[in-house]
């Protein structure tokens, strides 16, 4: 059951002033299926939106600095860390969470109070795997003098040095294996800390109005915490573990790796966890092994007994891989295809609605491929979200993955991605049918 998902078992809330906007703050915890992942349920008017913290829906570091904010254009839940380290590190992997104000309770200004809610209400394993993201190359970033690097390894392991020169924090160094039982001991009582010179600049930029000695360590160069004590000696690094791992949850999914922040914060964490994003996006589709996959393909005069298109408009060469939700075909291509005669004259490019015209085609292999649908016909009724990112040139091997997303009654929707050399070129979503010809 280790590495199956989990929920919790029952409904639990908790509550308290927000550390930035000093409002009182309510979250509300609700069990949800396998697959649901982390979502948060905000009221807007008499609407209630979801939203799930992921990277893809992180609001600008530099507008709302100091915290990580998640939103988009109608509504906005701040300083998520602490709640999202916990959940992340109790291998929370499904939960609704229903938010009532504008930022997550600053609680003590550390991870545990999530931690012991999370307990208290029991976690409890579904019937289905978590996906884990497995490194296999090291990946890192640099930024104003603080770094972040990823390094293989079979578990995650999250290490952190901070550096306060002449003043009495110095240098701190901590590395943790992150499991539940560690995350919990170790890291989630570490509270959150500013040095005294912080405060002024942190008041007038509207910061810091639920924050006092207590929820915060308020560090004087000299003296250590003003009117408080350490939890550890090295509390502020621990607490640094405990935000990056909050950043690291944005990725969506467990990674076994080896996450190392130099001085690293919140802005350059996440651009990180957008570059591990297309790192895996690259990995999960492992193109080499497809290319080469010798087993199973399908050539040019097979595709034709599955599709109606012909010279010119055949425009995929073989098929790698089929099974009943995705299809990755390749289509090779020559100087000599006739679109380039016009397409343009002086400079050869692959004309866009050609390579979304490929993709819709191994689509129509994806869905046409078997016996009982032979002799008809994928009709597309819609092209959604297209992008391109590169452009496609004579010698350029495409690389056309479609992945069927969903079905209902006669109606597919399909995803394609196109790719050369490991990176996306056009990408979009397609709705299709099934029609008798
Ligand atoms: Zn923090």
Known sequence: MENNQKTIERNAKIESIGLHTGEKSKL????????????FMKKNGSRTETIKPVIENLLDTKKFPRRTSIGNERIQIHTVEHLLSALYSMQIDNILIEIEGSECPGQDGSA???????KKAGIKPLNKKKKIFVVKDPLYLSENNTHIIVLP???????YILDYPSTTLGAQYASYPITPEIYEKEIAPARTFCMKEEIEPLKKMGLGKGSDYKNTLVIDKNK????????????????????????????????AGHIIGIKSGHSINTKFIKKMKLLQEKETTDLKEMVFHENGILYSEDICKIIPHRYP???????????????????????????????FPSKPIMPGVLIVEAMAQVGGVLMLHREENRGKLAYFMSIE???FRKAVRPGCQLILQVELLKTKGKIARLEGKAFVDGSIVAEGTFMSTIIDE
């Open 112 to 118: 545990r109070p999530f931690v012991d809610v999370i």
């Open 385 to 387: 979200n297209v992008k």
């Open 224 to 255: 250590g915490p003003i009117d408080n004590r350490f939890r550890f000696e090295d509390e502020p690094v621990r607490h640094k573990i405990s935000d990056l791992i909050g950043d690291i949850a944005l990725f969506g999914s467990h990674i």
């Open 153 to 159: 390894s079979n578990e995650l392991r999250v290490s």
């Open 28 to 39: 509300f915890f609700h069990p949800a299926p396998a697959d649901t992942g982390i979502a």
């Open 313 to 343: 408009f055949l425009l995929v060469d073989r098929i790698v891989e089929l099974d009943d939700i995705k299809a990755i075909g390749i289509k090779t291509v020559s100087i000599n295809e006739w679109f380039f005669q016009g397409h």
